[in-house]
């Protein structure tokens, strides 16, 4: 789902064997190789991908600004009295038009709480890359 999101935007007609044949070609090998159901599997991510896509908040975040996709991050944070290098990849960073960012975590499933740890992790992350920027979170779930 991640990858389409960041190869194309969903068209108005909708032709599903086109699309899970162009979401075959994102995956490496070795990841088709680990997956016993992969025709399945793919037709999942795409169905997540146009439901999400769907959405009208989604779109209008997606169209604003600049969209940046599975941005790595590095930063160092304390546990106790140690230092810990946490190292990670932002799924999208929007930068909107009046310089503020949003930082997206796309999710399929039942929200959890780890989900929201795990976007103030990154919120945290861009705080210390764009200081002084207005930054917010999402989470957007595919139905």
């Known amino acids: 789902m991640h990858r389409l999101f960041q190869a194309r935007r969903p ?3 909708f032709d599903s064997p086109a699309e899970v044949a162009f979401a075959r070609t994102l995956l490496r090998p070795d990841e088709c190789a680990e997956v016993e159901d992969l025709d399945g599997l793919v037709a999942e991510a795409v169905a997540a991908w146009r439901s999400l896509s769907a959405r009208a ?3 209008d975040l997606l169209s604003e600004g600049r969209v940046m996709h599975e ?3 590095s930063m160092m944070k304390r546990h106790g009295n140690d230092p810990v290098l946490l190292r990670g990849t932002i799924d999208c960073v929007v930068q909107r038009n009046d310089g503020s960012f949003v930082i997206v ?3 399929t499933g039942r929200p959890r709480p780890s989900h929201q740890r795990q ?3 990154y919120v945290e992350a861009a705080a210390a890359v764009f200081p002084g920027a207005r930054i917010v979170g999402r989470l957007l779930y595919a139905d």
């Open 57 to 59: 908040d989604v779109s």
């Open 105 to 107: 975590e796309l999710k």
């Open 11 to 13: 068209r108005a007609s």
């Open 119 to 121: 976007l103030d992790l």
């Open 71 to 73: 941005v790595p991050f």
